[in-house]
């Protein structure tokens, strides 16, 4: 087209502009021309009209005269087709006029408002003579029905010896109208050249861009990928030619390219599977992406530009992925603080250097909210070395913290639990190996608790390993045990005991993981129930002797009246009876029956007599020393050796010094009796010393024979009333039962030792007078037992 | 004339077992069985001494002692308690109340006879 669009150039400047020029040169000038002819019509009649006037003033005839003359030729004047000439006076009225002789119209106005009658007499006045005014004015003539007002022209002269301003008018475009009658033909002509000039431009033009236009054709279609286009090719001309060595590259390149098409064709193929293959990963790896709802998976460049955020992210950090990807940087998720200390770009540092990078920080939501997160940073490479930059997997921590906080509390306040027990606590595993001891435990056993664990239980146990299977054989039958008493060693290898309860200890599958205890120390406890054991005991010695104290008065009293009267009913008979009466005898062995029972009834009521005691401060020699001289001869007649130790700065007891004196004949009287019938040396060794026993200060008094000894199952007994292994007659079983009574009423005690065959040690401990509570008690006279010494 | 004795025991064996005893001695023997009786017995009868078991049901025999006492007749007669009693305090109640002797059961019948004799003078 571009060779068309030349020729069109080439036409335009070579025929079209001299044409234009030509055409507008004449037509300007045969306008001129015209037009002043015309213009000089108008003023060949002016003039031609000052003329006549001037005629009619030579010939002298007066201003009204030549009017009526020269009214008839003047309104015969016609300037084409409807202009007219006229004579108006200085003053405006008409002088001569086609149709309104005699008005005045000075004041007529043109259609634009313009007083031209006034303008054009004005103007008429200045004119010098014989000088032509020329003046043009918008006209609208109704009576003609126009409704467009239209150019008039009107020459005129001034006549001054009549004051009269001749006048003659008409349509311009009257004037103009050959004018353009010419114009018009010359434009008609003009415009078929041009027609006919394009016409021939078009025809030439099409005639030498067709071949080329073909060409182009072709090329375009072969462009587009169909080879099997040819050009047309006619004539030898120089295009036709081109269009040879065309076809001829073109079957060039259609080979080529079919070549070329199969190539690609295969190429194209394992791109798209190997696309096909891409796409599917990729689907893959984005369907993992978006799955992981709980991790947010965040991809950022070097710079920390976030060019990937899953649906993780978008619920872990409250952003939408949109809003991000390519837009934010990574630091919008990270707290300012965090910023400001250059922790992210620290991280990033590291991450470079490590490869990965683990970290627990708060990060912000999009709403502002912090929350804490496990970060794991990984530093990833693209296939340029360019594509680097790091891949954030963060995981919103908050719920774990939380449960790590509940957990960490629980633990506290159970360990603080565990720790506050005053009893010990105490784990192990399956094996009996120490997994945790509690304070109280630790203090137990004295050991540092964190030396204890790994080590056996049964290290501390007394019994040992067997101690531990014990408790393991019964836990597997019972789950638990309470109250198991066991002996466990301290450090310093006292030993404790120890009140246990234990029980298994399961996991989550209710498989057994070891055992726990629960240990209390009851080596305290023990103690004080003995020594609670020992009181009761002595209690119920004393309330027992108590009872039969009341018991043996009552029945003394009820033998007497029988026995006195047995008495003396047989005194009365043996008084009636001769000396040598055969049924004396026989009387008489029922009078030594009533003396045995007399006596019997007598010592009974000696041990249950209710006598006030009388309590001094004493020396513990003096009732000893008493009781030897009242048998010193008696046991010199037994052949027996007295061996007297007495201490002789003996600290002073509280005690009823009568009693006492008993107490010691009666057990001077039992050595002799152990001594009777041995052939060994009598020997009666009597001791006195003090001694402390729990802190508190005694004196001991200890008679030591060398008799026949006691069996060990007498021991026992031989402290109960009416015990005697003495021959019937010769004791009454009462003697060891009241000293037992007496020593304890001066809150002492009685320890008997004795071996058969060697002898008997008894040991009387009495406290040493001071201000106890225990003597101001004796002395308040509570006492049970008395003892009479006078009827022994 | 012979001596009256007055015997206050409510065991009818001591009872028998005195008189018995005494009897033979020429001695006058009443016995009652409690202090009622033997207080209507010495408004009927002047005895010569007066023998007293302590513990009798109703009226023990130290009331019955203080009693006798309050008799204008018998402010100076011998009164003797003989009683399974023997503690010290008792004697002393006894010899409060009244009495010339107290003696406890048993007692040999030679040494009863004995002190009978003596106060009876």
Not at chain 1, 41 to 52: G, T
Not at chain 1, 94 to 109: M, Q, V
Not at chain 1, 459 to 488: F, H, P, S, T, W
Not at chain 1, 638 to 659: A, F, T
Request: contains cysteine; negative net charge; proline residues 3%.
């Amino acid at each position: 087209m571009r060779i068309r669009a030349k020729l069109f150039s080439v036409f335009i400047i070579l025929v079209l502009l001299p044409l234009l020029v030509l055409a507008s040169l004449s037509l300007g000038r045969f306008r001129t021309a015209l037009q002043k002819a015309s213009e000089q019509d108008l003023k060949h009649l002016v003039r031609y009209i000052y003329y006549i006037c001037n005629v009619h003033k030579e010939m002298s005839q007066s201003k009204d005269q030549a009017v009526n003359s020269l009214k008839g030729e003047i309104k015969g004047l016609r300037v084409g087709k409807t202009g007219y000439a006229y004579i108006i006076d200085g003053k405006g009225s008409l002088i001569i006029h086609p149709a309104k002789e005699g008005t005045n119209i000075i004041d007529s106005k043109d259609s634009s408002g313009f007083e031209y009658i006034r303008a054009m007499i004005e103007n008429a006045l200045t004119l010098s003579e014989g000088e032509l005014g020329t003046i043009r004015y918008q006209w609208i003539n109704p009576e003609l029905g126009e409704t467009k007002p239209r150019q008039k022209i009107n020459k005129y002269i001034y006549f001054k010896p009549w004051d009269w301003i001749i006048s003659a008018g008409t349509y311009e475009e009257e004037v103009y109208e050959d004018l353009y009658k010419t114009e018009r033909f010359i434009i008609i002509i003009v415009i078929i050249s041009i027609a006919m000039v394009l016409i021939l431009t078009i025809m030439l033009s099409k005639l030498l861009t067709n071949p080329i236009r073909e060409l182009t054709d072709v090329t375009a279609k072969m462009a587009d990928g169909d080879l099997s286009q040819r050009v047309n090719v006619t004539g030898t001309d120089e295009v036709s030619v081109l269009g040879t060595s065309f076809n001829r590259l073109i079957s060039q390149i259609h080979d080529y390219t079919s070549n070329l098409e199969k190539m690609v064709g295969e190429r194209t193929k394992e791109l798209k599977e190997s696309r096909e293959r891409y796409r599917d990963i990729s689907r893959f790896l984005n369907s993992i992406l978006d799955s992981s709802t709980e991790y947010a998976i965040i991809a950022i460049d070097l710079h920390g530009t976030i060019i990937e955020f899953n649906k993780g992210a978008e619920k872990v950090f409250g952003w939408k992925k949109e809003e991000v990807v390519n837009k934010e940087n990574i630091s919008i998720t990270n707290t300012p603080e965090d910023m400001e200390r250059g922790l992210h770009s620290e991280i990033l540092e590291r991450t470079k250097n490590e490869g990965v990078f683990d970290v627990e920080m708060y990060r912000i939501r999009k709403d502002g909210s912090r929350f804490p997160a496990y970060t794991t940073i990984t530093a990833i490479q693209g296939l340029s070395d360019k594509e680097k930059g790091f891949v954030e997997i963060v995981r919103d921590v908050t719920q774990r913290k939380g449960l790590e906080r509940e957990l960490r509390e629980t633990k506290d306040f159970l360990e603080n639990i565990m720790e506050s027990s005053v009893d010990g606590i105490i784990t192990t595993d399956l094996k009996g190996k120490i997994t945790y001891m509690n304070r109280s435990m630790e203090e137990y056993l004295q050991y540092d608790r964190q030396k204890l664990l790994g080590i056996h239980i049964s290290q501390y146990y007394v019994k040992g390993i067997q101690q531990a299977r014990d408790i393991m054989d019964i836990l597997r039958q019972k789950e638990r045990v309470g109250n198991y008493e066991i002996e466990v060693k301290r450090k310093d290898g006292k030993i404790m005991q120890i009140q246990t309860s234990l029980f298994l200890l399961r996991d989550d599958n209710n498989q057994i993981i070891g055992t726990a205890g629960i240990f209390k120390d009851i080596t305290d406890k023990k103690l004080l129930e003995e020594k609670l054991k020992a009181t009761q005991a002595r209690l119920v010695e004393t309330s027992k002797m108590r009872a039969l104290g009341e018991l043996v008065a009552g029945v003394a009293h009820e033998i007497n009246n029988p026995l006195m009267a047995s008495q003396t009913i047989l005194h009365v008979i043996l008084e009636r009876l001769t000396k040598d009466d055969p049924g004396r005898e026989q009387l008489e062995l029922i009078g030594k029956c009533n003396d045995r029972i007399e006596r019997i009834v007598d010592h009974l009521r000696k041990f249950s007599r209710q006598m006030e005691t009388e309590f001094i401060s004493l020396d513990i020699n003096q009732p000893i020393e008493n009781a030897l001289i009242m048998t010193g001869q008696q046991l010199l007649n037994h052949d027996i050796l007295i061996e007297k130790r007495l201490s002789n700065d003996l600290p002073r007891i509280s005690g009823d010094i009568n009693q006492l004196e008993q107490v010691f004949l009666n057990l001077i009287s039992n050595a002799r009796d152990a001594m009777e019938e041995i052939n060994r040396d009598k020997i009666l060794t009597i001791s006195s010393s003090s001694i402390k026993e729990d802190g508190k200060p005694y004196v001991i008094v200890s008679f030591k024979d060398t008799g026949i000894g006691i069996p060990k199952e007498n021991l026992d007994k031989i402290i109960e009333p009416f015990f005697s292994t003495k021959p019937v007659g010769k004791g009454t079983g009462l003697g060891l039962s009241l000293c037992f009574g007496i020593i304890e009423s001066h809150g002492g005690r009685i320890d008997i030792q004795s071996e058969i065959g060697k002898g008997t040690d008894v040991r009387i401990l009495i406290p040493v007078d001071s201000d106890s509570p225990l003597g101001r008690r004796l002395n308040s006279g509570s006492c049970i037992f008395i003892y009479d010494p006078l009827t022994l | 004339m012979a001596k009256s004795i007055l015997i206050v025991d409510d065991d009818e064996m001591v009872c028998m077992a005195l008189t018995e005893l005494l009897k033979p001695e020429g001695y006058e023997i009443d016995t009652v069985w409690n202090a009622k009786e033997a207080l209507e017995r010495i408004n009927k009868k002047r005895y010569n001494l007066l023998i007293l078991d302590i513990i009798m049901p109703e009226m023990n025999g130290l009331e019955l002692c203080k009693k006798i006492r309050a008799n204008e007749d018998y402010n100076e007669i011998p009164i003797v308690f003989l009683t399974a009693k023997s503690r010290k305090e008792d004697r002393e109640l006894g010899i409060e109340a009244g009495a010339k002797l107290f003696l406890s059961k048993p007692i040999s019948p030679d040494k009863l006879l004995k002190i009978i004799s003596e106060t009876l003078g």
